[in-house]
């Protein structure tokens, strides 16, 4: 993972700009004031409320509390069908066997609770093939090739 | 039917290497069981009540003798010899080993078949009308749109973290044999003003809040089918309850958001991605069509049938179904022999299954919810030699839609979950009904039977349903009368305070007894029960 | 009492802890009164045993019969399919289990 910079020894990111270096605020805190470029999304919030001000933010974190909680994918998606090209990161209950997943729904980067062990991580992103269906990420689903 | 292309069989055999990989850690340590459970649902292993269970999915219901052969040889092989078909239109095999069951899934694999999204919180194996392609009454063959929303929901990123478990059904014809509204999503292919597309109803299940699911969309266009679903799939996703478990599926959001605004959260993510690319070419639907056209039907097929022996006559009236092909039947396979535990089969049975379906069938059966198989094509001229084979492996009993032909979920026996036996029940009404001879007079009478009320066992869309409930330890049997899962679709209601074991039995008995004393002239059970209601029944079994 | 059951992980068996060791038979059973969550953890850490968790039972005839019918049937196998139970010569052991 030589071309992944890490700010802890936890993160990994597939970005090369630099990372944000101060503290994702909340939706509610975010879209009350103006100067924050990090903000954090919970389960719960409405990730579409950011989408007037996806110019300012550099940072996105989608929290998952827990892992079978699957609502951040939902809000990771939606984030960048509306043009959000920042850093998207999933933070929380984030499971080696749950990233592949993650990054079809646009997330490129991950802080997960408990560190990833490096050869299963190389072994979830290397593991499909192909995909069946379109997602956030530039992947060609099958049935488009079939008929390419 | 749909053969796998390079694509498909890759997917699969990544998956098998997934699920080695992921067993191994958990077998090494390094994944618990709360973490590794998710996994292994997604893989179709439980830890059941004796052991480990796996249920694999045949999608659509359909297989060919090459997997039905492949199903009896993982029975040896991997478990005790028999296999237990279910109402989702799976096998589950009840005594896998975490140790073998990555070998099971690659022998699986071989044979173009799996057991991915059979359990988890995502969209389960897509279910349909189990007389698909063959059909006197559908518009058009409801299995290549199941097969594309299959490709679709297969490894979805996004929809495999939902509240709750999700079921599809497809059917393309007005009698609904799939159970359709009472499915997460039920799909009718209907035609308009001479275009096919899907009427979608949305919100339907059983389980302990038994629901009928409303029409959201009368007409979807068929290049639009999977954009509404994922649309569906993503509001059901973000704002489905994950506060209770018993309050997450799809019907109690569409419940408490109302239809109206439901349709019209759907409608508006719907027009949110109409860009994004998500719709499949229309010409891979072209393609999995392809599959799924008419076997080489004999053209000049008799339409006789030698009815002189009365046995036979018998099942050829009560199992087989008009096809829409001239000289031509399905014939439906009852796993429901009296006393006998309903959807099992043993290894030996499928293996005979296959070769008729080979010899008989083009190669092809299906299984159907009411846990029977199907050969869909059977010329009317083979009927007897498939019956004398049939017959003389305890595989001949002539009782489709009889009261004998009951559906039960697995129940105390095998299931964790259940708070009463199923199976038991089942097997002294078949033995009952068998012995005092009214099988007959009682004509089409579903009955079916859950141990819990998860309703794996479709109480709720019982003619008469049996719910068994635990009574302070011990089991004890509520009757339910007047639902059905059909095209007139209702649910059962409760007749009263519950029986136990030979009470219910008796209590089914008064049952069908009213409904022989009160009917008229071509009315079945349900309708009776319609036409006259509750009180009598209730002053017959209480009174 | 109270007495421990869980699966072998890599079979998937039902097994009963016996104060030793886990066993395939529930008249093996120990009872684990009051330290029932220490041996759980303990054993499910190591991998012994997967999904512990600890059941009443009484003493019938001298030996564990679990309270409930539910964990009867599960110590015995499903009683639709006898020659699969533990005890398929038994013919009278319906009666233990219901």
């Known amino acids: 993972m030589d071309d992944l910079a890490t700010e802890n020894d936890r993160l990994i990111r597939y970005r090369e700009d630099e990372a944000v270096d101060h503290a994702a605020v909340t939706v509610d805190s975010f879209l009350d004031q103006s100067s924050a470029s990090a903000v954090r999304v919970e389960p719960g919030d409405d990730a579409r409320e950011l989408i007037p001000h996806l110019g300012r933010l550099a940072l996105v974190e989608v929290n998952f509390p827990a892992f079978g909680d699957g609502r951040g994918y939902s809000s990771a998606r939606l984030l960048r069908e509306a043009g959000y090209e920042g850093e998207l990161r999933a933070v929380g209950d984030v499971l080696v066997d749950q990233v592949a997943y993650m990054r079809r729904c646009g997330f490129d980067a991950f802080d997960p609770d408990a560190p990833l062990d490096a050869d299963d991580l190389e072994a979830a992103f290397s593991r499909w093939p192909e995909v069946y269906q379109a997602a956030a990420d530039s992947r060609t689903p099958i049935w488009t090739k079939r008929h390419a | ?543 | ?98």
């Open chain 3, 1 to 98: 009492m109270r007495i421990l059951t869980g699966n072998d992980l890599k079979s998937g068996a039902v097994t009963w802890w016996t104060g030793q060791d886990w066993s395939l038979y529930v008249e093996d059973a120990a009872d684990v009164s009051g330290s029932e969550e220490e041996i759980a953890r303990r054993e499910e850490a190591a991998r012994r045993v997967n999904a512990p968790y600890a059941i009443d039972a009484e003493r019938h005839e001298g030996r564990p019969r679990p309270s409930h019918i539910k964990d009867r049937i599960r110590a015995l196998g499903p009683t639709v399919r006898p020659d699969l139970t533990l005890k398929p010569t038994e013919t009278d052991i319906g009666t233990w289990v219901i």
């Open chain 2, 1 to 543: 039917m749909y053969l796998y292309d390079q694509y498909d069989q890759q997917m699969v055999d990544a998956r098998v290497e997934e699920f080695r990989d992921q067993a191994r850690r958990r077998l090494d340590g390094k994944l618990t069981e709360d973490q590794f459970k998710p996994l292994r649902l997604m893989n179709g292993l439980y830890l059941q009540l004796h052991a480990y269970m796996l249920r694999v999915a045949i999608p659509y219901g359909t297989l060919n003798s090459r997997q039905m052969h492949a199903l009896a040889d993982i029975a040896d092989k991997y478990d005790r010899g028999y296999g237990h078909f279910t109402t989702r239109q799976n096998i589950q095999y009840n005594w896998i080993k975490l140790e073998e069951a990555a070998e099971l899934l690659a022998d699986l694999a071989k044979v173009e078949m799996h057991a991915i999204q059979t359990s988890g919180n995502c969209i389960r194996n897509i279910s349909s009308d189990h007389f698909a392609g063959a059909a006197a009454d559908e518009l058009v063959d409801p299995r290549p749109y199941a097969e594309l929303l299959r490709q679709w929901s297969s490894f979805h990123p996004e929809f495999s973290y939902l509240p709750r478990k999700f079921k599809i059904a497809v059917i393309a014809s007005d009698t609904d044999r799939a159970a359709m509204r009472l499915h997460d999503i039920g799909i009718q292919i209907v035609e308009q003003d001479g275009e096919l597309g899907a009427a979608f109803y949305v919100g339907g299940g059983m389980g302990r809040t038994p629901m009928i699911a409303p029409c959201i969309k009368a007409f979807v266009p068929l290049d639009r089918l999977v954009t509404y679903s994922e649309a569906i799939l993503r509001v059901y996703n973000r704002y489905g309850r994950r506060d209770n478990k018993y309050k997450a599926r799809i019907k109690i959001l569409v419940h408490e958001m109302g239809k109206d605004d439901f349709t019209q959260a759907v409608d508006d993510e719907f027009a949110r991605m109409l860009d994004e690319g998500i719709e499949p070419p229309f010409a891979e639907l072209e393609r999995i069509r392809t599959f799924f056209e008419d076997p080489l039907f004999e053209t000049d097929a008799s339409e006789d049938i030698d009815r002189s022996d009365p046995d036979f006559a018998l099942w050829v009236d009560r199992n087989t179904v008009a096809h829409k092909a001239s000289g031509y039947v399905s014939a439906v396979i009852s796993l429901k022999p009296v006393g006998g535990i309903p959807g099992d089969a043993t290894s030996e049975q499928m293996r005979l299954m296959a070769d008729l379906a080979k010899d008989y069938s083009f190669d092809e059966l299906r299984v159907m919810h009411t846990q029977n198989i199907v050969l869909p094509h059977v010329r009317k001229a083979d009927l007897h030699a498939l019956w004398t084979a049939l017959d003389e492996a305890g595989l001949g009993s002539p009782n489709l839609d009889t009261i004998e032909d009951i559906i039960a979920c697995p129940g105390l026996d095998y299931c964790s979950l259940a708070n009463a036996r199923s199976i038991p029940v089942a097997q002294k009404i078949s033995e009952r009904f068998a012995a005092n001879g009214k099988t007959e007079a009682l004509g089409k009478l579903k009955l079916k039977i859950s141990g819990c009320i998860n309703a794996c066992g479709h109480h709720h869309a019982g003619h008469i349903g049996i719910l068994g409930v635990d009574k302070k330890g011990v089991e004890n049997y509520q009757l339910l009368l007047g639902g059905s899962e059909a095209e007139d679709v209702s649910l059962a209601k409760i007749t009263g305070p519950g029986f136990d074991e030979a009470g219910i039995v008796n209590a089914v008995e008064t049952a069908a007894d009213v409904y022989l004393r009160e009917r008229e002239k071509g009315e079945r059970f349900l309708d009776t029960y319609r036409r006259i209601g509750m009180a009598p029944f209730k002053e017959a079994l209480y009174g």
